[in-house]
């Protein structure tokens, strides 16, 4: 029984982690239709600000010296510019190119970006201690709790309930859900274009701010493709989930996620090194049987 | 009839053609439509008149050509600044926002306005307008008939309090009986409130009547124009519509009945 619990907590965490990115990729998705594979580079880019830029093998922390507070605050800053700028830079130009066009755009920064954290930061992956207190346990019973893992569900759960309160309680965020069910007429009816997709930036960057930050602190290392790794479970997250669907992203994330450590807890011992061959089996099942994904979306495909 | 007596031109279209790469669906077309008066553009499927409509709300730009909303150029604007100074789509194919309920979808029409407490007024008005949409007020859009979506997007038009209204199509799709209570609710519209109407239809049997000036656009070009008092006689209208003069006389006369 505790070893179920802790497996869960285990799941439930690693899954709350896919679902950020995968809902920083869904909302970004629902207005532009951009599958954006440059998103986890948001992550690399978040993680590789906490120290200071270098190629020394040893890192020297940075903003990740700094206290609580302003060390997210500027996290956030960070990767909320990146994203900000990789619009204004590359998709600003495609708005009215295909979703393909868009996607191969994100593959190409995606690439760029972790070159040029190669060529300021080195090839070596750094190890950083970020928050070292959390990585301590409680002790219920004979359940061991690891802090960190608690607080990655919470803050999840949190940024969950911050985010829905915007999209569904002020009129900045109805005009978002109202671009993403239909961009043009959204703009005939005087929702401006440019401040949507903006805003679908900021909130995407402040996700995969979170996500750097829960990745760093569990993981301790940086390295030039850390953010590939969750943004291909991510976006397979948002196509099991269903694409365009906000809540099929959480779904999918967390699906994908409690999967993938159920089966690594559970699995017999020799086929544990197969577990994502496993879990790829099942989404292929998943997608066998529910084609559009858990959550399905009216009208995504003939917009796409 | 209505405040605005001050008359005069408050659309006026100057020879605009809009191409979608090779294909060219608007050659130069002009068109007057006055202010507060009905103008309807009738013409087949696939005459332009949906370019037409959108090229004036900015959201297709023309390749030549000069639109003029009372006497300002607004040619090359985005759709979402002309929504601002008073120009408002109802497209075809009833586009609600369909996860946003009955109530979300006319208030996210209402930023425009930059006036929360009239943008409120103006909803209540226009539930009392529509009465069925206030009985699914807070349900999601997607769900309603053919018939209630089409009033939801008239009324969303409406909050954002253009001068200009442009209906594409409203009859498309949709039962006799409910065309029939859309057309009323836009004269209603018109009496009440002086508002401009632009509209498009395939057929003319109910907007002849409706109408104030009619103009008929076929492959992309005006083929013919005039008072719709003028055109409910003879079979100019249809012969414009056909592009023949010997075989569809009949048409007027079966769709005036």
């Not at chain 2, 068109?31 to 309807?40: E, F, H, P, Q």
């Not at chain 2, 300002?72 to 609600?96: N, Y």
């Not at chain 2, 509209?199 to 109910?206: A, D, F, L, M, V």
Request: aromatic letters at 8%; proline letters at 4%.
């Amino acid at each position: 029984m505790a070893y179920f619990i802790q497996t869960l907590i285990d799941a439930l965490s690693l899954g709350s982690l896919y679902a950020l990115a995968a809902l920083g990729i869904g909302l970004l998705f629902g207005i532009l239709r951009l599958i954006n594979f440059a998103h986890g580079d948001y992550v690399t880019i978040g993680a590789y600000s906490l120290i200071v830029p270098s190629m020394a093998a040893t890192a020297t922390v940075f903003v990740g010296g700094w206290h609580a507070l302003p060390l997210i605050m500027a996290v956030c800053m960070i990767v909320v510019a990146a994203a900000l700028l990789s619009d204004r830079l590359v998709f600003r130009f495609l708005r009215t190119a295909p979703p393909t066009t868009l996607m191969v755009a994100s593959f190409a920064l995606g690439y760029l970006i972790q070159n040029i954290v190669l060529a300021i930061y080195g090839s070596r992956p750094k190890s950083i201690g970020l928050w070292p207190e959390l990585s301590q346990f409680i002790t219920i019973g004979d359940i061991r709790l690891p802090i960190l893992q608690l607080v990655v569900i919470c803050s999840t759960i949190a940024l969950l309930v911050a985010l829905t309160t915007f999209l569904y309680r002020t009129r900045y965020g109805m005009q978002m859900r109202a671009a993403s069910d239909d961009f043009t007429m959204a703009r005939y009816l005087g929702v401006r274009a440019d401040f949507v997709i903006g805003l679908a930036f900021v909130i995407s960057g402040l996700l995969a701010a979170a996500v750097s930050l829960l990745l760093v602190t569990q993981t301790g290392v940086l390295s030039a493709n850390m953010g590939l790794g969750v943004v291909l479970y991510a976006f397979i997250a948002t196509v099991i989930g269903g694409m365009g669907s906000l809540t099929g992203s959480v779904l999918g994330g967390l699906v994908v996620g409690v999967t993938s450590s159920f089966l690594q807890a559970y699995l017999p011992a020799d086929a544990r090194p197969f577990r994502d061959a496993f879990l790829f089996g099942i989404v292929v099942l998943l997608l066998v049987v529910r084609p559009s994904g858990l959550v399905r979306v009216k009208g995504i495909e003939e917009r796409v | 009839m209505n405040s605005q007596t001050s008359g005069g031109a408050l659309l006026t279209i100057d020879g605009i053609s809009v191409s979608y790469g090779r294909m060219t669906a608007v050659r130069n077309v002009s068109l007057t439509v006055a202010r507060g008066s009905v103008t309807v553009i009738i013409g087949p499927n696939g005459a332009g008149k949906s370019t037409l409509l959108q090229a004036i709300a900015g959201g297709v730009r023309p390749s030549g050509g000069a639109i003029a909303l009372d006497g300002q150029m607004i040619v090359g604007r985005r759709p979402e600044d002309l929504a601002a100074t008073g120009i408002s789509l109802v497209p075809e194919g009833r586009h609600v926002f369909p996860t946003l309920t009955v109530r979300e979808n006319l208030l996210v029409a209402s930023h425009v306005v930059r006036d929360r407490a009239g943008s409120q007024r103006d909803l209540d008005r226009l539930l009392d307008l529509f009465p069925r949409l206030r009985e699914r007020y807070s349900q999601p859009a997607g769900k309603l008939s053919g018939g209630e979506q089409q009033m939801l997007v008239i009324a969303r038009g409406l909050m954002t309090r253009p001068r200009l209204l442009l209906v594409d199509e409203p009859s498309l799709g949709l039962a006799p009986k409910i065309v029939d209570e859309v057309y009323q609710l836009l004269r209603q519209l018109r009496e009440e409130r002086g508002l401009t109407l632009l509209i498009n239809e395939q057929t003319s049997k109910r907007v002849l009547k409706f109408a104030d000036t009619v103009y008929v656009l076929r492959d992309g070009s005006i083929r013919l124009s005039g008072s719709a008092a003028d055109l409910r006689e003879g079979t100019a209208l249809s012969d414009a519509y056909f592009g023949s003069t010997s075989h569809h006389k009949s048409w007027v006369e079966e769709e005036n009945t």
